[in-house]
């Protein structure tokens, strides 16, 4: 069964005090992995997509990176404006089957204290 | 970024009521989804469809129906509401390299 799991479940930070969130899977052929950043009474908005091992991406303090079984969203020196849900989700399938589903993570909760 | 609204963003109905919630957009994307966000589940997958008239179900169908006769509108309906069905309801449409874009919600409460 596909799945993913993040962790931690919740993190806070002190200004300024780099972290990384998990993101860990196991799917039947990985077309995507994607980032999203949530914030209270928001829609997820997008960060990235992540489509084969050792792949990278960066936007501002983050920095995804993908791995055969997980994804880490590293960042760097956040600040409080970083404060948010972020959700991994990742994007299976096989051969030309594509319906686009993805499948999602519960979350990490990042909390950035001034 | 392509234009997607849910109707309506907030709804509280009784017990037993049909519901119907609307997601809108002005692209042509073929996908649409919907899902729906509850504390310690995350995001799970009610329906979605791939085209007019063209539909699926995602992991927690039961008591949801769709449809979709145009290609920007696409309904969800729940046919009896039941309080475990509180939520709050999410609409995407999927874009390539992208993933999805989210509508804003709907936060439903069923009292």
């Known amino acids: 069964e596909d799945q993913v799991t993040q962790s931690p479940e919740a993190l806070r930070l002190q200004e300024g005090e780099s972290s990384s969130l998990n993101c860990s899977y196991t799917v039947s052929g990985l077309r995507g992995l994607f980032w999203y950043r949530q914030d209270p009474g928001k829609g997820p908005e997008f960060l990235f997509t992540l489509y084969s091992a050792g792949e990278e991406k960066e936007k501002e303090r983050l920095k995804a990176t993908l791995t055969k079984k997980e994804s880490f969203l590293h960042i760097t020196a956040p600040k409080p404006e970083d404060s948010a849900t972020y959700l991994c989700a990742v994007q299976a399938g096989q051969g030309s089957s594509n319906t686009g589903k993805l499948i999602f993570g519960q979350g990490t909760t990042l909390q950035v204290k001034p | 970024d392509a234009g997607i609204t849910q109707s309506p963003r907030h709804k509280v109905t009784e017990t037993g009521t049909p519901v119907t919630l609307r997601c809108h957009q002005t692209e042509n994307h073929r996908y649409m989804y919907w899902y729906r966000q509850d504390p310690g589940h995350g995001l799970r997958l009610i329906h979605y469809s791939y085209g007019v008239k063209d539909t699926d179900k995602g992991e927690v169908s039961d008591g949801y129906s769709v449809s979709r006769s145009k290609t920007e509108d696409f309904l969800l309906t729940l046919e009896s509401a039941t309080s475990s069905q509180t939520s709050v309801y999410f609409c995407?449409?999927?874009?390539?390299?992208?993933?999805?874009?989210f509508g804003s919600g709907t936060r439903l409460t069923v009292v």
């Open positions: 995407a449409i999927s874009r390539p390299n992208y993933g999805y874009t």
